[in-house]
């Protein structure tokens, strides 16, 4: 595989840009590899600048379930370009698309636009604390948020592989009101609310957890994060930036039938362009400006081509089957998968169209255990699953997306790739 191209794009990027990415884990750092450069990305192939091929399980993190370039979505969207790319006047589409997902996700009545799942958090956080009167979040160690200064403390994603978890340049002061605690584990939030219960403005948290690897949540944990935020007064805020629209069309909450109080939504519903959004009960979303005295903005915020990418999108999972062809294609491939990865001390976490595989011999249930799995191992598996043309991604603690686009082909080559692999 000749990577030529790929390798003076990125000594040049390199000179104009920190790390030569504009998001850490793009450049493959602790994997002993440098970053492909693509030039074109098609249902699940991608293509480098020098014509390598690759097989996506990244799906630019998770964003595309339908694959790359869709063609109800590229038609929607040179369409939307042709009226006029953005307005900062109100348009249809944005009321379009906020029906659809509130048809999807009753339990956000109200949603407002944003350009990235770190602003969708970020303003949910503001807006519960508003609504509650009170200052502390709960978190969840391993659980990544965005980057918002109060809620890089113990975070997954590419945090993790940063020493401590967390960033500098976010002073002590800026995260004083979040305590991060082990997923999984009821007595620590038991704990914290005991200790600071008449404080908490909300837990927030990833009802299934992608940024630490996939975390599947213990039988009855989210009914209790539910109960004991009830309980206490405090909100619920479900980060649905991933699962959103992946584990069913409702996302986590319709697959537990548990009603959080404000939902974030990102990657999947701005179908490859920047949009994001949060949204819960009315009388909590109304609390921002203009209505309310919580302020929020964004001069982009529910560009026309965004939402109209979204809308496409939407379109194209409410489709009939949709969600239970992948369900099916998903299924044989894990059954086959785990036949192939028995005994090799390796973890496979999955739920619907996504999974990670840990190079552990011990079960993965919280972000203790997803570092305690070997990076070198899946250094070399990531580098060897590249060179038999598939593109995972590019982290132990990060998930891998399956797509309606992939084929039982796609798969077969997959699991071949993994056992020359391990
Ligand atoms: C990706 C992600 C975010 C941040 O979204 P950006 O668009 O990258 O800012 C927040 N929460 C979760 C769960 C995510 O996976």
């Known amino acids: 595989m000749n990577r030529k191209n790929s390798k003076s794009a990125y000594k040049e990027a390199v000179r104009y840009i920190p790390?030569?990415?504009?998001?850490?884990?793009?450049?493959?750092?602790?994997?002993?590899?440098?970053?492909?450069?693509?030039?074109?990305?098609?249902?699940?192939?991608?293509?480098?600048?020098?014509?390598?091929?690759y097989t996506a399980y990244c799906l630019s993190w998770g964003v595309f379930l339908q694959g790359h370039s869709h063609p109800a979505v590229k038609t929607a969207v040179i369409k939307a370009v042709a009226h006029g790319t953005s307005y900062g006047v109100p348009c249809i589409a944005e009321t379009e698309l906020a029906k659809k997902i509130n048809t999807f996700l009753p339990s956000m009545e109200k949603i407002r636009f944003v350009n990235s799942g770190t602003e969708a958090v970020m303003s949910a956080i503001r807006v519960a604390r508003a609504y509650t009167g009170k200052n502390t979040i709960i978190k969840f160690d391993g659980c990544y948020?965005?980057?918002?200064?109060?809620?890089?403390?113990?975070?997954?994603?590419?945090?993790?592989?940063?020493?401590?978890?967390?960033?500098?340049?976010?002073?002590?002061?800026?995260?004083?009101?979040?305590?991060?605690?082990?997923?999984?584990?009821?007595?620590?939030?038991?704990?914290?609310?005991?200790?600071?219960?008449?404080?908490?403005?909300?837990?927030?948290?990833?009802p299934v957890p992608a940024n630490m690897g996939v975390i599947i949540p213990n039988h009855g944990y989210l009914e209790f994060l539910r109960k004991i935020t009830k309980d206490y007064g405090a909100l619920l805020i479900f980060d649905e930036v991933i699962t959103g629209f992946r584990l069913s069309s409702g996302g986590t909450q319709k697959l537990f039938c548990i009603m959080p109080d404000l939902t974030t939504l990102g990657k999947i519903i701005g179908g490859g362009f920047p949009?994001?959004?949060?949204?819960?009960?009315?009388?909590?979303m109304d609390m921002l400006a203009p209505d309310g005295p919580v302020y929020q903005a964004g001069t982009l915020s529910g560009n026309p081509v965004a939402m109209a990418a979204g809308s496409a999108v939407l379109n194209v999972l409410s489709e009939i089957g949709f969600y239970t062809e992948l369900e099916k294609k998903c299924s044989v491939f894990y059954t086959v998968l785990l036949e192939v990865i028995k005994g090799k001390n390796i973890v496979l976490n999955h739920i619907g169209p996504m999974f990670t595989l840990f190079f552990s011999d011990k079960e993965v249930f919280d972000f203790n255990s997803s570092c305690a799995s070997n990076a070198k191992r899946f250094a070399e598996f990531f580098r060897s699953m590249l060179k038999n043309g598939n593109y995972i991604s590019p982290s132990r603690f990060e998930a891998n997306f399956i797509s309606s686009a992939h084929t039982p082909q796609d798969m077969e080559k997959f699991i071949d790739a993994v056992q020359k692999s391990i």
Do not use: C, M, W
């Open 275 to 284: 949009a994001a959004a949060f949204g819960g009960r009315s009388e909590i």
């Open 19 to 53: 790390g030569g990415v504009n998001s850490p884990v793009r450049a493959l750092y602790g994997l002993d590899e440098e970053p492909l450069f693509i030039d074109k990305a098609k249902g699940v192939t991608l293509v480098d600048i020098d014509g390598n091929k």
């Open 145 to 206: 948020h965005g980057h918002a200064d109060h809620l890089l403390v113990s975070a997954g994603s590419g945090v993790a592989g940063l020493s401590g978890a967390s960033s500098a340049g976010v002073p002590e002061d800026f995260t004083r009101h979040t305590v991060s605690i082990p997923f999984n584990d009821q007595k620590a939030v038991e704990a914290v609310f005991k200790l600071k219960g008449t404080d908490l403005a909300a837990v927030i948290v990833e």
